[in-house]
């Protein structure tokens, strides 16, 4: 049966930590057309410069948050790094951060010595400058194809400069050194996805910063000197600029002061959260309307660039919620992933193409445990995402409850099921700690289904009914697996959201035996089946009975 209709789905949330209200959600997904699509790689993770030796010896604090995850000292060798990487199947990684401006790079005619960072009171940010050593830049590139991630590069855009008042940093730009790293890079066949240049010099900057219309003359020389190294590559990189901190009026005026061709993607950084201290961090993850706020940031970054640079994209280069290295006991835990999978679906819906979380490893807001490397819940609230939210947006509108975040894709190629139906996935959040939301699904979708399925179909004002009793097999495929709905719930261990292990369809989620990434297998169930959602709970639900137009495989050529 085939048929071009609303459907109604009820999607029950059921409240099962005691009792509780109750409420009626209608969310409506459009799949006649992408409203905006990600890139093939959405999900991206940093490693940054800091490390031990950043820490007074009295900072304890420091000292635990910053073990050996640095890119000068980080231990390439441990097995369970490679596999954290490797399960994503091609992870982006950018290396960045706040001494990213202080980084030498030991090639060429380097008029320094080639030492590792000091402390430094008179320095930025309190630290004399860094060198990256070519040995061991090999050896991250080594890391790098092995586990076959694609690579982002900061690049020192204070090179050359001199300080000025008020931390403006005068002078053009030195490329001489970078021209020199980036030839070595080459010549050793070294395959860099993206270059950046700066780190949080936009706008009034982070301890430093540039004005715009030099930025922008800057960059034209960059752009200059990666198209005469890579002239005879087929790969040419794309360029990435401010990776700071979102100034409406300077990035319009480096828009207006650059031309098509100089760079490719404009990227800025989130922490939204605020500070490590802030007792009402649970409070904030758990408000719909902060979490909405960050909008308008969103927001008006498209704008521009649909104004002022057409020929750019948006990345988010760099987030970690919570700023400083992130919250102990919260950016480490279940809770975090309410804001990080919340502004996944959040920046998608305006465009943005990638999405860098701070970080892979290091501080509080690090996606593995920093001793370990033993994942975090944040980091399979990413893989998830990674492999079920496929590039094409849907628009997705929810009417009852604000508590209810909601977000629609076309389903990511790997979750296509054997009738070559690749249907849409959602992401639900359940902000709420008492209330059960009953969900009509509305979409303009086909729905396909054998005859021997009844399905519930709103069409003219009439409801045609049969629902057979829901059934769910974990792990496994499902007899009927045309019909069937894959479920991914997300749910804290023992029920505390400040737990650092999470559960998926109440299994936990933990190392094999073998000291592997676990399987991450869904439940599968009935499609007209109510779904049960716990409040303070996150599930990702396939559904590849409905087969949208935005998600054909000819609309999937064209973007």
């Known amino acids: 049966m085939r048929d071009l209709v609303v459907v109604v789905l009820w999607l029950l949330v059921v409240v099962s930590w005691g009792e509780g209200k109750s409420a009626d959600v209608e969310v409506r997904v459009v799949g006649e057309a992408a409203i905006a699509t990600t890139d093939e790689h959405f999900v991206c993770a940093t490693i940054d410069w800091g490390s031990p030796e950043h820490c007074d010896a009295a900072d304890t604090r420091c000292l635990a948050a910053h073990p050996q995850t640095s890119v000068l000292n980080l231990d390439l060798r441990n097995p369970l790094l490679a596999k954290v990487v490797k399960a994503f199947d091609r992870l982006r990684i950018r290396i960045g951060g706040s001494l990213q401006d202080q980084v030498i790079y030991d090639v060429g005619e380097l008029q320094s010595p080639c030492l590792p960072f000091k402390r430094d009171k008179s320095g930025l940010f309190g630290y004399t400058e860094g060198c990256l050593r070519m040995d061991r830049w090999d050896e991250l590139n080594k890391f790098f194809n092995q586990t076959r991630a694609?690579?982002?590069?900061?690049?020192?855009?204070?090179?050359?400069?001199?300080?000025?008042?008020?931390?403006?940093?005068?002078?053009?730009?030195?490329?001489?050194?970078?021209?020199?790293?980036?030839?070595?890079?080459v010549k050793k066949g070294f395959q860099i996805d993206s270059w950046e240049f700066g780190n949080e010099l936009s706008g009034k900057g982070i301890g430093a910063s540039v004005p715009s219309w030099q930025y922008a003359?800057?960059?034209?020389?960059?752009?200059?000197?990666?198209?005469?190294?890579?002239?005879?590559?087929?790969?040419?990189?794309?360029?990435?600029?401010?990776?700071?901190?979102?100034?409406?009026q300077w990035f319009s005026q480096l828009l207006q002061d650059s031309k098509p061709g100089v760079f490719n993607v404009l990227t800025h950084h989130i922490y939204n959260l605020g500070a490590p201290d802030d007792p009402n961090l649970i409070k904030k993850v758990l408000d719909p309307g902060y979490l909405s706020h960050v909008a308008g940031t969103f927001r008006s970054l498209h704008s521009i660039i649909q104004k002022f640079g057409p020929w750019t994209t948006a990345w988010v280069g760099e987030a970690g919620g919570v700023f400083r290295g992130g919250a102990p006991d919260f950016s480490d835990t279940y809770a975090d992933s309410?804001?990080?999978?919340?502004?996944?679906?959040?920046?998608?819906?305006?465009?943005?193409?990638?999405?860098?979380?701070?970080?892979?490893?290091?501080?509080?807001?690090?996606?593995?445990?920093?001793?370990?490397?033993?994942?975090?819940?944040?980091?399979?609230?990413?893989?998830?995402?990674?492999?079920l939210m496929g590039r094409r947006v849907l628009f997705t509108n929810v009417t009852g409850s604000a508590y209810l975040r909601a977000y629609a894709h076309c389903s990511k190629d790997n979750v296509t099921d054997v009738f070559l139906i690749t249907g849409i996935t959602m992401l639900l959040?359940?902000?709420?700690?008492?209330?059960?939301?009953?969900?009509m699904l509305q979409t303009d979708a086909n729905i396909t289904a054998p005859p021997s399925e009844n399905i519930i179909i709103k069409k003219k004002g009439t409801f045609m009914h049969g629902l057979k009793k829901a059934v769910a097999w974990v792990g496994k495929m499902a007899p009927n697996p045309k019909v069937r709905r894959r479920e991914y719930h997300l749910t804290p261990r023992h029920g505390k959201l400040r737990s650092q292990s999470m559960l998926l369809n109440g299994e936990l989620l933990e190392l094999t035996l073998d000291g592997d990434i676990p399987s991450l297998s869904p439940a599968f169930v009935g499609a007209n089946s109510s779904i049960s959602v716990m409040p303070l709970s996150i599930a990702f639900v396939n559904f590849p009975h409905i087969d949208a137009p935005a998600c054909s495989p000819d609309k999937a050529a064209r973007t």
Request: proline residues 4%; glycine residues 6%; aromatic residues 16%.
């Open 217 to 248: 003359k800057d960059l034209v020389k960059l752009r200059s000197l990666i198209n005469e190294i890579y002239d005879s590559n087929s790969l040419h990189p794309l360029l990435l600029a401010p990776g700071g901190f979102y100034d409406e």
């Open 338 to 387: 309410f804001w990080y999978l919340d502004q996944l679906g959040m920046s998608a819906r305006y465009d943005t193409k990638v999405y860098c979380r701070q970080k892979l490893i290091g501080s509080n807001y690090s996606l593995l445990n920093v001793e370990t490397m033993v994942p975090y819940p944040d980091y399979y609230s990413a893989l998830l995402w990674h492999q």
């Open 150 to 185: 694609i690579v982002t590069f900061g690049l020192n855009a204070l090179y050359g400069r001199k300080k000025g008042e008020n931390e403006v940093w005068t002078g053009d730009w030195n490329p001489n050194n970078s021209h020199s790293f980036i030839d070595y890079t």
């Open 429 to 439: 959040i359940n902000l709420s700690n008492d209330t059960a939301f009953r969900i």
